[in-house]
């Protein structure tokens, strides 16, 4: 995951810094946040959400708060922005992010816009400048935090990601699925 920051042209961004490490840890956090103000019945399942807003608050440091509105937390499937000897792009925006978190892990659906498909990156690669043109479709990823909202109490897992970069690494259970086919059917 990058965050990156709108230029002075209003469909242009620039890449600013990898944000995948510590990720987890800062998803967590706002997670347990969630369930402090809104604590779930005991032994069940905390549904929780976060909007594009917060995932990308939770990125940036104290001077670049107050313009969240010009960045975006934006998923590089392809890896082209560490790894120069790939062509083809594929960005997507993180638009919101749904959770269930409970029995010491947290599976999550993570809402995806398409904003960039290139077979030749080369030139906005070079020039740290990417122009987006966001599809009207969103897709789903699917990810895990190895930790629930009970982690600082129960000491169970770790609160990062586990099998991270793989497609459908989660096994869902009937309950955790139900929550996000419920999510998917609502828009």
């Known amino acids: 995951m990058y965050l990156f920051k709108q230029t002075d042209a209003e469909d242009i961004y620039e890449p600013l810094r990898n944000v995948q490490r510590g990720l987890g840890p800062r998803i967590w956090e706002l997670m347990k946040n969630k369930a402090e103000e809104n604590p779930p019945p005991e032994g069940q399942g905390f549904p929780w959400q976060m909007d594009r807003t917060e995932l990308v608050r939770s990125c940036l440091g104290d001077s670049e708060t107050g313009q969240d509105h010009r960045y975006k937390l934006v998923a590089d499937v392809q890896n082209v922005l560490a790894n120069s000897s790939r062509m083809s792009a594929q960005l997507f925006e993180a638009c919101e992010v749904f959770g269930l978190s409970g029995w010491s892990w947290t599976p ?5 816009r398409l904003l960039l498909e290139v077979d030749d990156c080369t030139e906005a690669r070079s020039q740290r400048r990417w122009k987006f043109s966001p599809a009207d479709y969103f897709v789903c990823e699917f990810l895990r935090l190895q930790a629930d909202h009970n982690w600082e109490h129960s000491g169970e897992g770790r609160r990062d990601f586990g099998m991270v ?19 998917i059917e609502s828009g």
Not at 108 to 112: A, G, H, S, T, Y
């Open 108 to 112: 999550m659906m993570w809402k995806l």
């Open 165 to 183: 970069g793989k497609f459908n690494g989660v096994l869902l259970w009937p309950e955790a699925l139900k929550y996000f086919i419920e999510k």
